[in-house]
């Protein structure tokens, strides 16, 4: 069967912050032009804000600027930021610390980005664009000259053997002129497109971070909405880089999260159980004490900041938000600039479409983003991250000197590794006993993924895919004990033994919350994350 096509101006991968501020930017500018551009989103989600998942505190600066009138719009910023703590953890104690200055939160807000991006959606679909959730981008379409001419929705209805069912249905290929990829960290097209044209020569390779979030309703007395409180320490060793957040919504409502650097190098370390025992601390324990968890989620999140930035545009399309890394690491922020990267491409791309013959490349997004606020705000902590590697007492002493005596104008920038490869041997590790969860404030994985409300047709191929399928065992397992069964925070992968037995990897592939952690750590670079039938994953509400 034919894919049939739809033509536009400009198609958008990716219903995100940086997607959707490109698409109701591209009809901003329209409506001043008086002329008419074409735009689609594709969102592989079942809605829009379904894989939508951050802290998150947000700071209204591209908001204000993209949509001056929010406040009277209705957009779901509904608790302001009134306080900050951050603390230090021992085993038993805290520490509270001074909050450094990037991470002070006067005029920000506390929110769900999923909803958010369900609020930005609605302004962009009143502006007449065209959003289509469910459906994944699977194929980055490449004429024969080289420039993308669009993208190619999966197939629906392959069986697991690969082959067409009885309700196959082929995917639709979407041309534009120009294409933006907003698919988020970790992007699978993304990927591929660094591949083809070389977008990442000459820039340090992409480190990051997986981030695992709870939503929790808990008692009213102990509710202090606006309240902000990061920690690090306890419950990772002086090696490993990470932090929790505990952000007091609205509703009685307290998001809680831990980030786990993925350049940890002990391979028995689980993010899941190192999030689970930091709920533990006396300091944080209370807050949660006869509340009630309501949502779980993870993803992957960009820590290599300035000196990871690809080249973000080739021919017929351009990179946005976090797809390419925008995060700022120390100001534990990035939609601000996720949501600016997609104005600025969009404003490239209504200025080129209005020219009789629009160039191939869109060279003035680059430029723009080099002028604006972006590019000095991360070039100015560009070395407080990579500074970790050294250790938390190392990170903190350089972060101190960066920020206060060479204000982030040092004349020096440290240079980034691929986190897969800071994975060491198991011999060199002892493994670590987690205490079993307790059901009232720590939870085992199954539990966890139930809440996401994740589903995948079951019936169709793994997205989860292997290079190699003799390497989870013959190397991950031999040498480095499994990691892929503790790294990943969804319970996908599991070392079983058969009934010759051998061990083997099970890949529960319905599990998969879309965090794309396995995708990065694998030390082999044997896994490779593909999109599944669009709709499936996570179903993630107010996260």
């Known amino acids: 069967m034919e894919r049939e096509s739809m033509a536009y101006d400009v198609v958008i991968v990716g219903a995100g912050p940086a997607g959707l501020s490109a698409a109701i930017r591209l009809k901003q500018l329209a409506a001043e032009g008086e002329r008419e551009i074409a735009v689609c989103v594709l969102e592989k989600g079942s809605e829009v804000g379904a894989h939508i998942l951050s802290g998150a505190v947000i700071e209204p600066r591209a908001l204000d600027e993209l949509l001056p009138d929010w406040k009277a719009m209705g957009a779901p910023l509904n608790t302001p930021a009134t306080a900050d703590r951050f603390l230090f953890l021992t085993a038993s104690k805290s520490l509270r610390l001074p909050t450094p200055p990037q991470m002070h939160n006067?005029?920000?807000?506390?929110?769900?980005?999923?909803?958010?991006?369900?609020?930005?959606?609605?302004?962009?679909?009143?502006?007449?664009?065209?959003?289509?959730?469910?459906?994944?981008?699977a194929e980055t379409l490449i004429g024969e000259d080289g420039k993308v001419y669009g993208?190619?929705?999966?197939?629906?209805?392959?069986?697991?053997?690969?082959?067409?069912?009885?309700?196959?249905?082929?995917?639709?290929?979407?041309?534009?002129?120009?294409?933006?990829?907003?698919?988020?960290?970790?992007?699978?097209?993304?990927?591929?497109?660094?591949?083809?044209?070389?977008?990442?020569?000459?820039?340090?390779?992409?480190?990051?971070?997986?981030?695992?979030?709870?939503?929790?309703?808990?008692?009213?007395?102990?509710?202090?909405?606006?309240?902000?409180?990061?920690?690090?320490?306890?419950?990772?060793d002086n090696g490993t880089y990470g932090g929790s957040f505990l952000y007091h919504l609205e509703d009685n409502q307290v998001a809680v999260g831990f980030v786990v650097g993925l350049d940890y190098k002990n391979p028995y370390l689980s993010p899941f159980e190192e999030f689970q025992r930091f709920k533990t601390h006396p300091a944080i324990r209370p807050t949660f004490e006869g509340g009630r968890r309501i949502a779980y989620g993870a993803r992957a999140l960009n820590e290599g900041g300035f000196q990871s930035i690809p080249r973000l545009v080739f021919p017929g399309g351009a990179l946005i938000g976090c797809t390419a890394g925008f995060l700022n690491v120390p100001k534990i922020k990035g939609t601000h600039?996720?949501?600016?990267?997609?104005?600025?491409?969009?404003?490239?791309?209504?200025?080129?479409?209005?020219?009789?013959a629009p160039p191939a490349e869109?060279?003035?997004?680059?430029?723009?983003?080099?002028?604006?606020?972006?590019?000095?705000?991360?070039?100015?902590?560009?070395?407080?991250?990579?500074?970790?590697?050294?250790?938390?007492?190392?990170?903190?002493v350089y972060s101190a000197l960066d920020t206060y005596l060479f204000r982030g104008k040092a004349p020096w920038t440290?240079?980034?590794?691929?986190?897969?490869?800071?994975?060491?041997?198991?011999?060199?590790?002892?493994?670590?006993?987690?205490?079993?969860?307790?059901?009232?404030?720590?939870?085992?994985?199954?539990?966890?993924?139930?809440?996401?409300?994740?589903?995948?047709?079951?019936?169709?191929?793994?997205?989860?895919?292997?290079?190699?399928?003799?390497?989870p065992v013959q190397v991950n397992l031999e040498t480095y004990g499994g990691p892929e069964a503790r790294y990943c925070p969804a319970g996908v992968y599991e070392f079983l033994d058969g009934e010759d037995g051998k061990p083997h990897l099970q890949i529960n592939f319905q599990n998969c919350v879309h965090c794309k952690t396995c995708d990065i750590k694998d030390p082999t670079q044997n896994i490779v994350w593909v999109v599944p039938e669009g709709g499936g994953g996570p179903n993630y509400p107010n996260m």
Not at 112 to 130: D, F, I, K, T
Not at 344 to 354: H, I, K, M, N, R
């Open 151 to 236: 993208v190619a929705t999966g197939d629906m209805g392959i069986g697991k053997d690969g082959e067409p069912t009885a309700n196959h249905q082929p995917g639709i290929e979407l041309h534009a002129t120009y294409t933006l990829f907003a698919e988020g960290c970790r992007g699978s097209l993304t990927k591929r497109l660094f591949d083809r044209f070389g977008l990442r020569d000459g820039v340090d390779p992409q480190s990051y971070g997986v981030g695992i979030k709870e939503l929790w309703e808990i008692d009213p007395a102990k509710h202090q909405p606006g309240l902000i409180t990061h920690t690090v320490g306890w419950p990772l």
């Open 337 to 356: 600039n996720a949501m600016k990267t997609g104005m600025l491409a969009a404003e490239a791309a209504a200025d080129a479409l209005g020219r009789d």
């Open 106 to 137: 006067k005029g920000n807000y506390i929110v769900s980005l999923g909803n958010l991006c369900r609020w930005l959606g609605e302004q962009a679909e009143a502006l007449g664009v065209e959003i289509y959730p469910g459906f994944a981008a």
């Open 414 to 471: 440290f240079k980034q590794h691929a986190d897969h490869s800071a994975l060491e041997p198991k011999d060199k590790h002892k493994p670590i006993q987690y205490p079993k969860p307790d059901g009232e404030v720590t939870f085992d994985r199954n539990s966890s993924v139930y809440l996401s409300s994740t589903n995948h047709e079951e019936h169709q191929p793994a997205h989860l895919t292997l290079k190699d399928d003799s390497v």
């Open 362 to 396: 869109l060279a003035a997004y680059p430029e723009a983003v080099k002028t604006s606020w972006i590019w000095k705000e991360l070039h100015g902590v560009r070395n407080i991250r990579p500074s970790f590697r050294k250790g938390l007492w190392g990170g903190f």
